[in-house]
């Protein structure tokens, strides 16, 4: 097993594990994920952002096997914050704590004092997931329209790290 960054080379492998994603996709934006959406992960970044910035790891059971992924954006909204835009466990790997491996890493590799996500409202089963790694819901809510042109609401939730020198 191990972490590595994801490369373009990697698609097919991302485009699987989206595949088997526990019905993800179709909760959060609507409609099943497709070959767009492993552009997006590779490439989308918020407008103002560097490339620098995009982060995007998979955590690799052998050469063939992608059993996780995440995407992270670094000193984003704001300097000193990451954000956490998708941690994705394949389906048929859950509960084997490769989510909790591949977040640990993040915070290994990437550290920041505050790390950010969003908990879409028809995902949100997945919020004990992020309390159970410490992080908590903020009061802040935002407006989200889903790909399939659905209202939703994102819950913002937030783990702060104490720093050491």
């Known amino acids: 097993m191990h972490i590595a960054p994801l490369r373009a080379r990697d698609r097919l492998r991302i485009a699987e594990l989206l595949r088997h994603d526990h019905g993800y996709a179709v909760r959060v934006n609507g409609v099943p994920s497709d070959e767009s959406d492993v552009d997006d992960l590779l490439t989308s970044r918020p407008a103002g ?3 620098d910035q995009l982060h995007s790891f ?3 059971l052998d050469e063939a096997s992608l059993a996780a992924l995440a995407v992270v ?7 000193g914050q990451n954000w956490v835009g998708l941690l994705q466990a394949d389906s048929r790997h859950s509960g084997q704590g490769h989510g909790r491996r591949l977040h640990d890493e993040l915070l290994r590799r990437l550290p920041s004092a505050c790390w950010r996500l969003a908990v879409v409202d028809s995902n949100a089963e997945a919020i004990s997931f992020w309390e159970r790694l410490g992080y908590r819901l903020t009061e ?3 407006p989200w329209t889903s790909p399939a042109g659905e209202q939703r609401t994102a819950l913002i939730m937030e783990l702060s790290i104490p720093q050491t020198d």
């Open 73 to 79: 954006m670094v000193d984003w909204p704001q300097a």
């Open 140 to 142: 802040e809510r935002k």
């Open 49 to 51: 952002t560097s490339p």
């Open 58 to 60: 998979g955590l690799w």
